[in-house]
């Protein structure tokens, strides 16, 4: 599997049973979409996790040995407060799929700022 340039590469330690690279570390840092899909399913990975959400309109899987994850949102924060959905979507991912990843909305906490007589 590998990880798009956006998707927090802290994220692989919770795929347990899946070997991931980031684009960074094939040296494919120069790459975008398309070719990166390519370059990816040209070297055998079998996914790929991004945090582009337009990368699903824009590219066609349909034939191709890659299957595409698409995370919600790339922000680690959000993402490591609930890893499963990515875990269980990436175990899902089928060649040619695409495989949409929610998140729970996180609202921001707020601070009490009130004062105590």
């Avoid at 070997?19 to 996914?47: C, P, Q």
Wanted: proline share 4%.
């Amino acid at each position: 599997m590998i990880f798009d340039h956006n998707v927090p590469k802290r994220l692989r330690r919770f795929l347990t049973g899946h070997e991931v690279h980031t684009a960074r570390e094939m040296s494919w840092a120069a790459l975008e979409n398309g070719e990166l899909l390519r370059a990816a399913e040209n070297t055998g990975f079998d996914a790929m996790v991004t945090g582009d959400k337009n990368l699903e309109y824009q590219q066609n899987l349909e034939g191709r040995s890659l299957a595409l994850v698409v995370l919600g949102t790339n922000n680690w924060n959000v993402i490591k407060e609930d890893c499963a959905p990515v875990v269980a979507e990436v175990n899902l991912a089928k060649p040619g799929s695409f495989q949409r990843v929610a998140f729970k909305s996180h609202p921001k906490r707020r601070r009490d700022l009130s004062l105590e007589p």
